[in-house]
């Protein structure tokens, strides 16, 4: 069985988490979509419906080579001599914006077990979750799916998927960034405890699980009461540090001394983090290691956050908290929201995040960022300065931080830099930002 794990076009609506890695390689609670499917597939053949399956990828043009080498899944194979290779077990479709919650394991294995075809839509937007196509359906399919077309095999595919016979479940998906944090802090413990019955792990005490490598410092403050803590090989603590679980941290990462981390953090690989953190996503490679307040926000690789750099994620009223995303206001019916921030962008000193902001990807922040901030951009509105972030710089800005952490800079990487400047224009074209 092929096993496709798509991007459709709403993953466009997931900026700016999305604008830089596929929709299947977000971070929730610790755990990616990607890594679900992968496990489940390179699983025991006890293991259910997926295990030996082929795992393949359809994600925008501009990551295919990204999606090869960062996460070694293949495309969806094109055509030949006008008609499409399809596996004789039939295919799996699997929307990359699918929450890795725990239960989805089950869902997806009875689903792939199914003898007939079948969809899962969303309950939200009727756009297709999961869908099983048995090789008989697809073969019925296939002067339509082999006909001359400027549509993808999975674009087809999923369309025709709308016809099938609806399941009445509906698995979880991501529609907008507030989302993440909201199903972050709803699964946080249970991945956590997952990953505790499932490493290899050593108890050092109640509730904390280290591998090999870590080391803690002195005059350390943990609380396990509400979950589990999980330290991943060569993690280092400083002194004076207040731990609380449920806490995810990845190999490599560095917690600096006196910092606070609670309400459920989950760290990538490779992270240097301090001051006071609480309920939030960090990707690998993003640095947060000075003083200052971060909660309830997501922030993705390569980022830089400078010494005294805070967020809000509480209005003043207490009251539940509205998103802008582009043109649409979106009600979060969340009272803690933080901030969303891009890849590669950065924060100088002393900066100020309002509650609910996005910031795109390549952008520097100065002062108190009162509104969402387009991609590449130096944003100082509070000095009455907003100017363009050329593409140069931010490559060779690039070169720099990977080599301070020996990552090797590939084409791909300097591209990936040139492709999100051109796809992000209309964050810039907006009145207000009319002079960049």
Known sequence: MQIICFEDNRVLHLAPITQSRPAYAVTCASLRLIDRLSLLVKGPSSGGGLSGNTLLGDVRDFLADIQKLDYQIDPVAKRVDGSWKIDDDGILLVNARLVPRLELD?????????TRSLCMVDDADGSVLIARWTAADLAAKRSLLTSETDESFTELLVKESERLQRSPYSPSAFHWPHEIVSWHMNEMRDSVEWRVANGNYKQLSDGVFVADGVSLGDYLSINVENGPIVLESNVKVGPFCYLEGPLYAGANTKVIEHSAIKDGVSLGHTVKIGGEVEASVIEPYTNK???????????????????????????????????????????????????????????????SIFTGKTIGVCSMLYGFVTSNVPSFVNYARLFGQTALLPTDVMIATQSKMFARRKVQQRECDKQLILDMYNLSAFERETPENEML
């Open 106 to 114: 089950e869902i997806l294995k009875e689903v792939a077990a199914e």
């Open 289 to 351: 290691q000075h003083h200052g307040f971060l909660g309830h926000s997501y922030l993705g690789s390569w980022i830089n956050l400078g010494a005294g750099t805070c967020n809000s994620d509480l209005k003043n009223t207490y009251g539940k908290i509205n998103m802008e995303y582009g043109n649409e206001k979106i009600a979060t019916g969340m009272q803690f929201v933080g901030c969303f921030i891009g890849d590669y962008s950065k924060s100088a000193i002393n900066t």
